[in-house]
Nanobody
Framework: QVQLVESGGGVVQAGGSLTLSCIRS????????MGWFRQVPGEEREFVAA????????TYADSVKGRFTISRDSAAETIYLRMNRLKPEDTAVYYC???????????????????WGQGTQVTVSS
């Protein structure tokens, strides 16, 4: 059984940076992808970024492209989300997800599919 544990959230001023981490434990696959989603209370969960289990195929939502970078440390079974030039609208609970989908279509993952972490809060103050 796969388990995901996120860390690295916090409070930061607009324009600042944060790095989120997600450690994966349990069964692993060479195929599939991991990624990040975010959710604001009362709104649907939103795709942020994804990366293949091989470390290739990074994809991003248009809203974060050029500001966020997803990366993977395969040896540590960990993915990271480096968030630069943060904006107040980036405030959300950030969730790590893993599934057999390719990174290019991980954005289709629903909250009822795949494996999800418990989430970590990111708050960007203006």
């Amino acid at each position: 059984q796969v388990q995901l544990v996120e860390s690295g959230g916090g409070v930061v001023q607009a324009g600042g940076s944060l790095t989120l981490s997600c450690i994966r434990s349990g069964r692993t696959y060479s195929h599939g992808a991991m990624g990040w989603f975010r959710q604001v209370p009362g709104e649907e969960r939103e795709f942020v970024a994804a990366i293949g289990n091989t470390g290739a195929g990074a994809t991003y939502a248009d809203s974060v492209k050029g500001r966020f970078t997803i990366s993977r440390d395969s040896a540590a079974e960990t993915i990271y989300l480096r968030m630069n030039r943060l904006k107040p609208e980036d405030t959300a609970v950030y969730y790590c997800a893993a599934d057999h989908l390719n990174p290019g279509v991980l954005f289709l993952l629903s909250p009822h599919e795949g494996t999800w972490g418990q989430g970590t809060q990111v708050t960007v103050s203006s």
